[in-house]
């Protein structure tokens, strides 16, 4: 069939939704004032509205990282195999280097770079780099590939000599850690990689839902994202395998569906990836052929919105800083510069916040929007 060359509303869309519900999370990390005394998933110490405020946010990451393969796919089409394993590379190595020098710069505001970030851009960009290399496998080999990290990773929780290897934690099984360097440095490895090339690989994939007809693809999706929510619940209720932290019963039937839900993020576990993935696939079904002139200018320019709402957060979370009463010579509180611990406001505030910076980025986003349509020759615009 002939391929077309246009935007597909759907991805813009969902794109758009989960950049939106991602800012949330960012400004209640820099903006809540129990962010950093408080784990909102703890439910021993949560409010429903806290815990769901946090547990919302759990959709983007894997849908941000998923609709980049299928971006990569859409994006690809038509292209000889090696320049679309060279671009992926190449942007790849530019995201790394966006995460290390860029976002780290943004969220610490440290110009020594005493803690270096490496976070979901930088998975992304490992992803990419990892993808562009498999591409030449071809498309039975990305997905082979995919399914079974996907689906497999989580053995490693039942592998104790795994789960203490460095090299393994950086690539697999690592929940987080801050890992110290020499005079004072440090990285903070947030996101280890093999899961969410997974992702990617999938996301990549699935791209191919798009040569087909409307109805058939819609029924593929359907199917797909049912499927892994069914898959979710079943390994929820066997409680053995999935997810390193099973579920319990609790004092409510409430909190016990809490519980279930509550699934592992660092590293992304299966059923994390389930019960996000699979509600995204039945969201990109209903969204085909729909758009909308606010959520779709977001999901059209991903990593010029992502870039600078951190940005914003950041900047109106030192303008609080100050006018809470702190000085410079406060600022100096590791990782994060002008944040200290106790600063910060109400949940209410958080969302009155989170409203004003989606909403002061509209303009911008759209004006960006425009000009990448207005001058589609410029291969630099590739990497943005």
Avoid at 74 to 102: A, D, H, N, T, Y
Avoid at 277 to 287: D, I, Q, T
Wanted: glycine share 8%.
């Amino acid at each position: 069939m002939q391929l077309s060359t246009s935007r597909i509303t759907s991805v813009d869309l969902l794109r758009g939704l989960i950049m939106v519900i991602m800012a949330l999370d960012h400004t209640r990390d820099f903006i809540h004032e129990e962010a950093f005394t408080g784990n909102p998933l703890d439910l021993a110490t949560t409010t429903p509205i806290l815990f769901f405020t946090r547990w919302i946010t759990h959709f983007c990451a894997p849908l941000f990282v998923f609709l980049a393969g299928v971006s990569a796919w859409l994006s690809g089409r038509g292209k000889p195999v090696g320049e679309q394993s060279g671009l992926l590379i190449k942007r790849g190595l530019w995201l790394i280097f966006v995460e290390v020098v860029i976002m780290t710069l943004i969220l610490t505001w440290d110009p020594g770079f005493h803690v270096i970030f490496l976070a979901v851009i930088w998975a992304i960009g490992c992803s990419m780099v990892i993808m562009g290399l498999l591409l030449r496998g071809g498309w039975w080999l990305l997905l082979a590939i995919g399914l079974l990290i996907f689906l497999g990773h989580n053995v490693t929780d039942y592998l104790p000599a795994l789960q203490s290897n460095p090299v393994m934690g950086v690539l697999l099984t690592s929940p987080g850690a801050l890992i110290p360097l020499p005079a004072g440095y440090n990285i903070l490895l947030a996101y280890t990689i093999l899961p969410w090339t997974a992702v990617m690989l999938l996301g990549y994939c699935a791209g191919r839902l798009y040569e087909l007809e409307v109805v058939r693809r819609k029924r593929m999706l359907v199917t797909l994202g049912c499927s892994a929510i069914v898959l979710f619940i079943v390994l929820r209720f066997i409680n053995a395998y999935g997810d390193p932290v099973a579920w319990k019963g609790q004092a409510s039937p409430f909190y016990t569906f809490l519980s279930f839900i509550n699934t592992t993020k660092y590293p992304p576990s299966l059923s994390f990836l389930c019960m996000t993935l699979g509600p995204g696939l039945l969201l990109l079904a209903v969204f085909e052929n729909k758009s909308n002139p606010f959520l779709s200018v977001y999901g059209r320019v991903p990593f010029f919105y992502y870039v600078l709402h951190f940005f914003l957060v950041r900047v109106i979370s030192v303008i609080i800083f100050f006018g809470s009463g702190y000085t410079l010579a406060d600022s100096g509180t590791f990782p994060f510069r002008f944040r200290p611990a106790d600063m910060g406001g109400s949940l209410e505030v958080v969302y009155i916040i989170w409203i004003g910076v989606v909403l002061m980025l509209y303009m911008p986003c759209r004006w960006f929007d425009g000009y990448k349509q207005r001058h589609k020759e410029k291969r630099w615009l590739r990497y943005l």
